[in-house]
């Protein structure tokens, strides 16, 4: 599904150049669970960020199901975003205005989807994640797990091929960070392929592949490394 070749990136103002990537390359299967470790400030977040289409590539190539979209305008990657991939965010990033049902329904009001099929979207989206006996009550009504499983239902609505998750229980305690990633296994199992940017090696030992970054650079990546 992901594949990079010498994928780098660079941040420049008019006084500094910073390499957050440097040459990365991957191979990352339809189906997989791969974390993505490192120390703060290693390149994890911009590592997703690129791969997720949020930044553009500087150089190297970046393959998305076999297409080359290294060099696609930001309208482009935007209709590959909304289509293809899913976000979850250690902050949540819900509306606090609207309802739980209308959050998760949100990215479905940029697409094609008249309201009768998205209502059956997001109520069996609901169900999948057990919330929708609290889709009429607003984000800080809900406690912190109860508004990550909404965010994960808003993350996959619309059936995105690539799910991409930055420390998704960094602001959760223990039990609901357990939940959290229990929800996350199944997904997986269920044939989602995700991307985890964590800290947490107890995190970590979700996925199936665990890669680690250092100062922008691939330090290791066990092929055969299992839960």
């Not at 609290?134 to 406690?143: K, T, V, W």
């Amino acid at each position: 599904m992901i594949k990079t070749i010498n994928l780098s990136k660079v941040f420049r103002t008019e006084e500094i150049e910073t390499t957050a990537l440097n040459q990365i390359n991957l191979d990352i299967q339809k189906g997989e669970f791969v974390a993505i470790m490192g120390e703060s400030g290693c390149g994890k977040s911009t590592f997703l960020n690129t791969v997720g289409l949020l930044d553009s590539v500087s150089s190297g190539q970046l393959i998305f199901n076999d297409t080359d979209v290294s060099q696609f305008s930001e309208s482009q990657r935007a209709v590959l975003r909304k289509k293809e991939i899913g976000f979850i965010f250690q902050s949540f990033n819900l509306i606090d205005e609207l309802t739980v049902f209308e959050n998760v329904e949100l990215p479905l009001t940029y697409q094609n989807i008249n309201k009768s099929e998205r209502r059956q979207m997001v109520t069996q989206t609901l169900e999948r994640v057990n919330m929708l006996h609290r889709e009429n009550h607003f984000p800080q009504q809900l406690s912190g797990g109860q508004q990550q499983r909404v965010a994960i239902a808003r993350a996959i609505v619309h059936k995105p091929h690539l799910l991409l998750a930055d420390e998704p229980t960094g602001n959760l305690d223990s039990k609901n960070g357990t939940e959290v990633m229990e929800l996350l296994t199944e997904l997986n199992q269920d044939g989602s392929t995700i991307i985890m940017v964590t800290h947490s090696e107890k995190d970590a030992d979700h996925a199936s592949r665990k890669i680690h970054l250092h100062d922008g650079t691939q330090i290791e990546s066990p092929l055969n490394a299992t839960v």
